[in-house]
DNA sequence: ACCGTCACATACACGCAAGC
DNA sequence: GCTTGCGTGTATGTGACGGT
């Protein structure tokens, strides 16, 4: 009976909240709020989880006195009943509709209609134009690819029609982002750039208003958890682009003096599993792989938010390539302006993060994926090849942080790299860095020889097993820049626009509706802690956590840098952990594989140098931690082998057998370590340019020392 | 060819009030 | 102070139609 109290008109006025002229206090004449966003749902969740007393009464209260929307007990009850689930669709919101978005969507062909979105994305970004009659015409295209209708069944009863109407639904709800990257297209300032010259001109002016510490980069990278020198694409599917379910994408961001760095962005289609993954707030999961929009505005946004907590002055500027996703509305950065590249210069040779910073990330963890391989491979015996070279996302994912959070201390490199790319005040880095002897060879790129040598000399010991299955990534070993470049940049790697063919659109929309929402367990932990968490994204971790390891051991390090050390369960820890377990085939293994350490270890490094010419090795002029490493190894072997030579020892101590296995393993990569280092010192000492990274990843007391002088900085150049 | 409006359909979510 | 059943309002997809 009660529902009739409203008057009629009240029902008649479709948006009450257009007239909010009329003095709410009013009760008699009272309107209508509109109903809620579900952006303001969440923001109502996140004060009421916030509150002191999370009271719901309290919260209404609040709420209801700012009149935005309407709200009432019962209605309030029931958001924060489904609170998960309200934060699952928060979560989907794309920027199209994250002002606007009230009640789920309810699609009569939702995955067509999906299609046909990212086709529309597509065209746009690409600066195309598509007549509605196209359209049209597309999404029956869709429709019959998605469904497999063969064209022989092409009678109109088995498409559904789509009217203007619906195609006039479909524009308006994706209109803001056409008109997003419209607004960049016609950005004439940008595009009348016509050579580097002029390009280098209107960075520098932009960037004047700037401190160095202020002026930002941010460029994107990926790995490939399968590389394919080491296994053959094999196709499965019929995408045409580089799989993203087989990469994890990184974009590193870092400023011009490399003092205030933020986590980079990671993104894959590896669902967050645990505690550690759902807190660390730079890692982003998206079901196809891909890098979105969403997700990078996120991601900028986080970094903004980030900021605007702990230095509300600061102002940062960040340069961005003509990536796709990389366009987003700004109007929400309160300390961060966008800038970007020329596109009309097709990336030439300017970037300063090409001048060194990508290189040497690219180097490092290549390396520790190397590691990991070579680890595989001598332990893993009964493991296929392509197991063996195929890492696991969240392993990919652990040496993407753990290199970060090494590297994000060498403030030189960074620095350095923006200083060649010429972009900024040069006389502000000499100043930091007086001691720096440059001079104006732009073409000057930082890397890491030592690393770059020891990745080179692994790949030789997998070659010479002729375990490379696949030749086409890589050139001839003979031009080693060309080896290690292919290594370090392959093509499938490379983060950049490009075009899907409608299959690959039909591929991607399939993998996106596969399995129905399973993430509906344990979002309390994160919701309750979001503002807290956003936080860590630029908190410049303590001094105390540089904890350098100087084995490849990869399990040691898991523990330290940014993962907390009260989580026993790392995916990665217990992945290694069951590694190894009791088997009579691994017990029987053993003997031959302790053969073939002593094979090795006895003719130290023979397999490692059988094609590097260019340097003799022979024991008297390697150092002496290596020979010492090398005896003892023999003798250790040498004992373990006689000990199990008998065949009721190893039946009896077959525990014992698998843990000598294991240690002597460890060795066994510790000492290559040392030797692949005194190596490379060796080699090192003849390059006239060449950047030692592990010297620089001293303690900061002795690199401040490093640059006191000029002949220091030559030592430490290489 | 493009753009906008309208009527209609529908499912979800709102507000009330009673119940816990 | 929080939850729930019920009747209905609201948001929004859909397609027809008409104007420019």
Known sequence: MSHFHFPPQDNSCKYPDLMNTVPENQDHNRRRLRRATLAEKIKVLDWHNNSERKCQQATLQYFHDLGEFAITKSTMNRWVLNEKELRQDYKNLTLNNNKVYKTK?????????????????????????????????????????????????????????????????FKRRTAFKRDLVKRFHTDSELYSVRTLEDEKLRLKNTLARYQLSQ?????????????????????????????????????????????????????????????????????????????????????????????????????????????????????????????????????????????????????????????????????????????TFTLSKEDLISVIMDTWNTMKYNTMLTSTSFHNSQLIPSFAVLNQHRSMP????????????????????????????????????????????????????????????????????????????????????????????????????????????????????????YLHNGYPQDQPTHPTQRQHNTNIVPSPLTTNLIMGELDNLKSQRTAPHSAMLANSNDVSMNKSSANGETVEATEIGKLMLGRLKDFFSLPENINHYSNSAIQFHRFLNTYLQ?????????????????????????????????????????????????
């Open 105 to 169: 969507p309810k699609f009569k062909d939702p995955e067509v209609n999906r299609c046909l979105e990212l086709l529309y994305d597509q065209i746009t970004n690409e600066n195309c134009t598509i007549t509605e009659r196209e359209l049209i015409q597309r999404w029956s295209n869709f429709y019959l690819m998605f469904y497999n209708i063969p064209k022989t069944d092409f009678n109109s009863s088995t498409i559904p029609t789509k009217s203007n109407g619906w195609l006039h639904h």
């Open 438 to 557: 440059f001079d104006s060879d732009v073409s000057f790129s930082l890397r890491d020889t030592n690393k770059e040598t020891q990745i080179v000399n692994m790949l030789r010991v997998i070659q010479e097993r002729n375990l490379f299955r696949n030749h086409k990534g890589l050139p001839s070993r003979k031009h080693s820049d060309l080896y290690i470049d292919h290594f370090l940049f392959p093509a499938e790697e490379k983060v950049e626009n490009v075009h899907l063919q409608d299959s690959d659109i039909i591929e991607l929309v399939r993998r996106e509706h596969t399995g129905i929402d399973p993430d509906l367990e344990s979002g309390q932990a994160s919701s309750s802690s979001i503002q807290h968490n956003i936080s860590q994204i630029g908190q410049p971790e303590s001094a105390a956590q540089t904890t350098l390891h100087p084995t490849g051991s990869n399990e040691s390090r």
């Open 215 to 387: 002026i930002y980069q941010l460029d994107e990278v990926s790995f490939k958890i399968n590389p394919t020198c080491f296994i053959p694409n094999h196709q499965s599917n019929s995408l045409t682009i580089p799989d993203p379910a087989e990469r994890v994408t990184v974009a590193l961001c870092v400023n011009a003096t490399g003092s205030s760095v933020f986590a980079p962005l990671i993104v894959s289609d590896l669902e967050p599993s645990n505690k550690i993954m759902k807190s660390l707030k730079n890692l982003f999961y998206s079901k196809s792989g891909l890098l979105t929009t969403e997700i990078f505005f996120k991601y900028l946004k986080s970094v903004n938010d980030t900021i605007a907590q702990n230095a509300p002055q600061e102002k940062i500027v960040i340069l961005l390539d003509d990536l796709y996703t990389h366009i987003v509305p700004q109007d929400e950065f309160t300390n961060i302006e966008l800038v970007y590249f020329a596109p009309s210069l097709n990336k030439l040779d300017y970037y300063p993060l090409d001048f060194g910073v990508i290189r040497i990330f690219k180097t490092e963890v290549k390396y520790s994926i190397m590691q990991i391989f070579f680890k595989k491979l001598t332990i893993g015996m009964d493991q296929s090849f392509s197991k």
């Open 670 to 718: 510790e000492s290559n370590d040392l030797y692949m280092k005194s190596y490379a010192n060796q080699k090192i000492n003849k390059q006239s340019r060449g950047y030692n990274s592990s010297q620089n990843l001293e303690q900061p007391s002795k690199r401040r020392q490093l640059e006191g002088t000029t002949n220091s900085f030559d030592q430490f150049m290489g």
